[in-house]
């Protein structure tokens, strides 16, 4: 079965830090390139970083740049995303998803994870 499983979400205060993980079953994202988005309430989805899978070139939207990191870990067959420096206006469920290219649409989503950073 194809999956993609996120975790490392929580409650964090501002100006704190969490590392969320994307892991894949059922396929190998060696040969993906994995977004992440985020969607905050009333808010449409925003992506906020990729990753190519045959580059290793790593993209971030203007609001995360400078904050988060994106990585991968082909032996462990997954993505992480370092957030770093989080501000009330990062709160959001962060999913990730496979895509052919950073610049296309996701095949494969997980079923997210939330960041809620608040004091």
């Known amino acids: 079965q194809v999956q993609l499983v996120e975790s490392g979400g929580g409650l964090v205060q501002p100006g704190g830090s969490l590392r969320l993980s994307c892991a894949a079953s059922?396929?190998?994202?060696?040969?993906?390139?994995i977004h992440w988005f985020r969607q905050a309430p009333g808010k449409e989805r925003e992506g906020v970083s990729c990753?190519?899978?045959?580059?290793?070139?790593?993209y971030y939207s203007d609001s995360v740049k400078g904050r988060f990191t994106i990585s991968r870990d082909k032996s462990k067959n997954t993505v992480y995303l370092q957030i770093n420096s989080l501000k009330p206006e990062d709160t959001a469920v962060y999913y990730c998803?496979?895509?052919?290219?950073?610049?296309?649409?996701?095949?494969?989503w997980g079923q997210g994870t939330q960041v809620t950073v608040s004091s």
């Open positions: 998803g496979a895509a052919p290219y950073c610049d296309g649409d996701p095949n494969y």
């Open positions: 990753i190519s899978s045959s580059t290793g070139i790593t």
């Open positions: 059922g396929f190998t994202l060696d040969y993906y390139d």
